[in-house]
């Protein structure tokens, strides 16, 4: 599972990339490199089970990041996005938006409006304006294979294009696609063109340490023209803790009256859930460990993640909830108050339940 970040130049994307994946990439305006790079989810459920079993290792579920350059002509427009960065942002499962919301000596750039808002829906045209050109690359395309040509799939391809046209239109009068309704066999369509206005959105907040108070206002008019999930995260900050001990974290997190809570964690925590993603747990001896399944995944499936042979072979999974365990404090103590439940392979795994699966191959 994949997030792209996106967002104006200069906005602390890469710096925010760096502070969710433990990454080391330069900063600066007008970068030139695509990053790629894997972030940590952190669940606190594992660090309460890291205490109860004593583990050699702690395993949390992972997400994968992606940084894309500005753009080299100096607009550093996400219109400006081709070829391989294109295909990049096209695969990936979700968007995290980056606003800037820190004064920097960078603020000269033409690109920055001062306002988080503004900032947004410039933003969202560029995006619209992407999908414009994916649709209008397809359209293009359809045109010229319907040129003299009588194939079996013509058909198919003038409902395409009717499809797409219908599409255009809403994305020119800058209208959200989730807004029309559309049937069975057009939506399968449309998951195909892997549009960036279909993709689940998080926007993240980048506040500077002196005005970190501003975050909950900036957050407040945001809502007010946009259903997005927001995060507020100082992602300098952010990326200079990284290595610091928890210990050191939290003084300085409270030298500068920030909140405890780390924003980097509610962040990724934010992008987790877009993807329509849960954790069940796994414990023993040697780790404890969050597994990343799509919410509504069976039991047997869910333990393929583990290894195939475990799903191949599965016969039954014994199951806690993470609740039941924190009560009992031991899987003994959990069996004794008849809190361990078995179930077979079509279950639905929910977040948190802690599997141990039997099987036999
Ligand atoms: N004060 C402050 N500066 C920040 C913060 N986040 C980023 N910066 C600075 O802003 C500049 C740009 O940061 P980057 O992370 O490179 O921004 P970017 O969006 O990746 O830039 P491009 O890839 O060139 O579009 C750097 O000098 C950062 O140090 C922040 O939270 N506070
Ligand atoms: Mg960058």
Partial sequence: MQIGILGLPGVGKTTIFNAATGGEVDVGLFSERTNLGVAKVYDKRLDVLDGYFKPKRKVEAEISYVDFPSQQDGQSKIQ???GENLNLLQKSDALLLVLKAFNSPLD????YFGDPVVELHTLMDEIIFVDLGIIENRVNKIEENLKGRNSSKIDQEKTELNLLTKIRSVLENGFPLEDISYTESELKLLSGFQLLTLKPM??????GESNSNDGVNIEESIRKDFDIEIGTICGKLEMDLIGTSLDEEKQLREVLGLSQESGLHRMVNLC?????????LT???????????????VSAVAAGKIHSDIQRGFIRAEVISYENLEICKTIAEVRRKGLLRVEGKEYVVQDGDIMHVLFNV
């Fill in 283 to 297: 414990v023993g001896e040697d780790e404890v460990r969050a597994w990343p399944i799509k919410k509504g995944t």
């Fill in 202 to 207: 998080v926007i993240v907040l980048n506040i």
């Fill in 108 to 111: 000269i750039n033409e690109n």
């Fill in 80 to 82: 400006g996005i081709t």
């Fill in 272 to 280: 987790f859930k877009s993807l329509e993603l849960i954790s069940f």
